[in-house]
């Protein structure tokens, strides 16, 4: 698998120096994105895709079959009034929905990236620079060392960095999976 170059060149910059540490991330990240492919959140699910995934938003088959074909209806509704984004109906779920190598979801998010990547709010003003692979390379290592995954990564803990990118363990099997080809390709 080609990693992107992008990526490479930042890890050094957040201490992501070790072949432990780097198998973690790439990890991480080529999970996020799909192996590397996907670098907006695809909010196309279907209604028993949406009752699996959030639950707490779409409790019955019937009510999640109306969002069905609705992305930006979708994020709305499970992003809007959290962590900094308005309401349902403001549209910032869909306007801060995941992107880049982590996913970057949410407005606080977006907000907190920018003061520490750039020093400036301007992925705040076009949260679709995160989609870049620049920018998203930048904001990949930032969110990497600010929930302290080095630390993780060092003790070899998957379920601890998946926790600290993913806020759960979504998608552990398949990231284990990826550590494990990571690992080998850097000879661990």
């Known amino acids: 698998m080609t990693i992107p170059a992008e990526l490479s060149a930042v890890m050094p910059k957040y201490g992501i120096t070790s072949p432990l540490r780097k198998a973690h991330f790439l990890a991480q990240m080529a999970h996020e994105t799909g192996g590397f492919q996907k670098f907006v959140e695809n909010l196309n699910y279907s209604a028993p895709r949406l009752l699996q995934i959030f639950p707490k938003y779409f409790r019955d ?4 079959a109306t969002y069905v074909g609705k992305p930006q209806a979708i994020a709305n509704r499970v992003y809007g009034g959290r962590y900094g984004n308005g309401p349902e109906s403001s549209g910032d779920g869909f306007k801060y929905r995941g992107r880049g190598f982590t996913h970057l ?25 995160a989609a ?11 969110y990497w060392q600010s929930r302290k995954c080095n630390v993780h990564a060092d003790r070899d803990e998957l379920e601890s960095v998946t926790r600290a990118i993913n806020g759960g363990v979504n998608g552990i099997a398949e990231r284990k999976v990826w550590l494990a080809k990571f690992k080998k390709e850097l000879g661990l």
């Not at 088959?61 to 999640?64: D, G, P, S, T």
């Not at 979801?105 to 620079?129: C, I, M, W």
């Open 61 to 64: 088959a019937k009510f999640a």
């Open 105 to 129: 979801t949410f407005k606080d998010n977006y907000a907190q990236a920018s003061e520490n990547v750039y020093g400036d709010d301007r992925l705040v003003h076009d949260p679709d620079l």
């Open 132 to 142: 870049t692979l620049p920018v998203a390379a930048e904001i990949a290592g930032w």
